[in-house]
């Protein structure tokens, strides 16, 4: 498997500061601690592309990486529990609904929840979002390698079986950012968005 290019183009704190760039872009949103910046890095097969903290909420700003000049991948600060103030996570709230609403380039959202737990009221009030915005999602299934095989599948089935009457679900897909469960299939999404 190869590298990819990918480079930190900028991270925005506020809605006036979004690049204005003609890509399709796919945001990589979800709670606290889920697992988004390992993903960006195991997409693109580098360690430091995304910065990973064992503490949750560092993430605090959008930001946007350019990967391939094919995409424009944004890492969206995490919702939930982050150790910070009620202020921070409402101001990072409204940032990552504020780039949903506006971005005229967004082709997919790519929601991740972790395999590990049941999908928490978090995780199902940003699908119910999604849906009533008829924003097109795919729920990505993080830590992976840390279940059996079994649970994966049962995982998975859940979620199928939750979203069975939504529209703009188009996969739920089991992901390991250690060992590569799932990277060829995400890259196969993204590749059929930019057809």
Request: charged share 25%; proline share 4%.
């Amino acid at each position: 498997m190869q590298t990819m290019n990918a480079e930190f183009l900028l991270g925005s704190a506020d809605k006036s500061q979004f690049p204005e760039i003609n890509m399709p872009e796919i945001a990589f949103s979800g709670r606290s601690n889920v697992g988004k910046s390992s993903l960006l890095n195991s997409i693109v097969l580098r360690r430091n592309l995304a910065h990973i903290s064992s503490a949750p909420g560092k993430t605090q700003q959008i930001n946007f990486y350019n990967v391939e000049n094919r995409w424009i991948f944004a890492d969206m600060p995490g919702f939930g529990y982050a150790t910070t103030g009620k202020e921070n996570k409402e101001k990072w709230r409204k940032l990552n609904f504020e780039y949903f609403e506006s971005r005229k380039n967004l082709k997919l959202i790519a929601a991740l929840v972790d395999s590990r737990h049941d999908p928490m009221d978090t995780d199902m009030a940003l699908i119910e979002w999604y849906e009533e915005n008829q924003k097109d999602y795919l729920i990505i299934l993080t830590k992976c390698d840390k279940i059996k095989p079994g649970a994966i599948s049962a995982r998975q089935k859940q979620l199928e079986h939750l979203l069975a009457n939504c529209n703009h679900c188009k996969e739920v897909l089991p992901y390991s950012s250690l060992n590569g469960l799932g990277r060829n299939q995400l890259i196969g999404i993204l590749k059929k968005i930019i057809l």
